[in-house]
Antibody
């Protein structure tokens, strides 16, 4: 079954850190670029970060640059998002999403999404 | 930075009617545009990419058109399961969404 399953969300105090994971199954994870996209409660979608299939390139939204780090372990079919110096405005459901490019390209279309994990930043 | 806008913010449509959603880019994005559908409590679903190509498994009643700065998503005959929020997206930027609700 082709799927993405996020984990690691929870309630965290401002300034603290959290690491999200996204477990992939049912497809060749190592061939695809991967993204994190978030959605604040009641708000729209915000792209967060992308990583190339081999981890060679990573890009971030300005709102998280310098605080968040995207990474992957292709041997474990897992995507990560390390979130440091968390702020209240980082409160959101975080989705991992597969880039539709496949076969070693990044097309910036997201054709497979996980169900998301909620991160709440609050004291 | 390219800004994406969508109109209307809310579209009230009766089942069986046609729905036309608009997306505008602040500068030309060629045909590099996607549309997503999101229902409450669910992840978004890719509908259209490359401005006009339906994603795998998407019914033919969904169609996309446009290029440059003006894009349209058309749902030819709304079904009950189509009431949702629709987002357009270009690279790292999403539009604010259009909510399609029941008239």
């Amino acid at each position: 079954q082709v799927q993405l399953v996020e984990s690691g969300g929870g309630v965290v105090q401002p300034g603290r850190s959290l690491r999200l994971s996204c477990a992939a199954s049912g497809f060749t994870f190592s061939s695809y670029g991967m993204h994190w996209v978030r959605q604040a409660p009641g708000k729209g979608l915000e792209w967060v970060a992308v990583i190339w299939y081999d981890g060679s390139n990573k890009y971030y939204a300005d709102s998280v640059k310098g605080r968040f780090t995207i990474s992957r372990d292709n041997s474990k079919n897992t995507l990560y998002l390390q979130m440091n110096s968390l702020r209240a405005e980082d409160t959101a459901v975080y989705y991992c999403a597969r880039d539709a490019g496949g076969y070693y390209s990044v097309d910036w279309y997201f054709d497979l999404w996980g169900r998301g994990t909620l991160v709440t930043v609050s004291s | 930075e390219i800004v994406m806008t969508q109109s209307p913010a809310t579209l009230s449509v009766s089942p069986g009617e046609r729905a036309t959603l608009s997306c505008r880019a602040s500068q030309s994005v060629s045909s590099n545009l996607a549309w997503y559908q999101q229902k409450p409590g669910q992840a978004p679903r890719l509908l259209i990419y490359g401005a006009s190509t339906r994603a795998t498994g998407i019914p033919a009643r969904f169609s996309g058109s446009g290029s440059g700065t003006e894009f349209t998503l058309t749902i030819s005959s709304l079904q009950s399961e189509d009431f949702a929020v629709y987002y357009c997206q270009q690279l790292s930027t999403f539009g604010p969404g259009t909510k399609v609700d029941i008239k």
